[in-house]
């Protein structure tokens, strides 16, 4: 049976809970590009602080103009801060090696991928302290003295800011990596994390792990930062960079496997309810 009197057509009008169409993700060369370039960033602020602003001399009235430890922490700080926020959304921010096998540790990260993370974050660094070395080389003199003086290569003994041995750069680089791993783990949980607070939790984590431990080791809890050093450091430096290769990426794994195993089956209850 008609209706007599018809009502006219009208438009959908779309609801707040509509789903929208999801954007494509992102492709495995975005992914890789990002990698490279938030480790070329981290690395270009940080290291490039150490040896261009760390220690800058004095001024006409005795005052330093370096920046010294606290100055390169922020900036080590400061550059993950800004690289999460911009390449974070690509490739989920790692730009450390020891981040992304913790991550895959912990079951938040295919381990397909790490292999490809690892090697875009190792080129990223490295071409940074390629830059910091032609910069540095348009004044008479300057490499030369950095590579002198380790290039802010990681080290111990001799190398070491404070004169901390081999066993110091072992605990230090496991102990604050995990601690960096974990933190990062908690801040970006799926469902208990705050992803609009993460990049600047991570900065400051980063932050607070250079001001504790630039006097032991130089800081490494990263080994892209590490290699990209002691490329140019060179001697010594290249010799030690094995401590800062494996520790950081044991402080990772114990990490992410630590936090599965005291923290998976909470975050799968968590996944259940949302």
């Known amino acids: 049976m008609n209706d007599p009197r018809p009502e006219p057509a009208s438009e959908p009008v779309p609801l707040d809970h509509t789903p929208a169409v999801s954007p494509a993700a992102p492709t495995v060369a975005a992914t890789l590009i990002a990698e490279f370039l ?3 960033l981290l690395v270009l602020g940080g290291v490039g602080s150490a040896l261009f ?5 004095a001024s006409d009235n005795g005052t330093s ?5 606290v100055g390169v922490s922020f900036a080590f700080g400061l550059t993950v801060v800004a690289g999460a926020y911009a390449f974070g959304p690509i490739s989920g921010g790692h730009f450390n090696p020891a981040v992304s096998l913790g991550l895959a540790a912990a079951g938040r990260f295919p381990w397909r991928s790490v292999g490809g993370y690892v090697l875009a974050q190792f080129v990223g660094g490295v ?4 830059l910091i070395a032609a910069i540095g080389s ?3 003199g300057w490499l030369t003295a950095a590579q ?7 080290g111990f003994g001799p190398l070491s800011p404070g004169g901390f ?7 230090v680089e496991i102990v604050f990596t995990a601690i960096f791993v974990v933190i990062i783990l908690g801040v970006t949980h799926p469902t208990r994390g705050n992803p609009s607070l993460a990049g600047l939790v991570i900065g400051l984590t980063l932050t607070l792990i250079h001001l504790v431990t630039i006097p032991v080791d130089n800081t490494s809890v990263n080994p892209a930062r590490s290699l990209a050093s002691a490329v140019f450091g060179g001697g010594d430096a290249l010799l ?4 800062f290769l494996v520790f950081p990426a044991v402080g990772g794994l114990v990490a992410g496997i630590a936090y599965r195993r005291l923290f998976g089956a909470s975050s799968q209850r968590d996944e259940d309810a949302a």
């Open 38 to 40: 938030g480790t070329f």
């Open 53 to 57: 602003a760390a220690n800058f001399g």
């Open 65 to 69: 103009l370096g920046i010294g430890f």
């Open 127 to 130: 071409a940074a302290t390629a």
């Open 138 to 140: 348009s004044q008479a």
């Open 148 to 154: 002198a003086a380790g290039f802010a290569s990681n």
């Open 165 to 171: 041995g081999i066993g110091g750069a072992i605990g």
């Open 240 to 243: 030690q960079v094995w401590v």
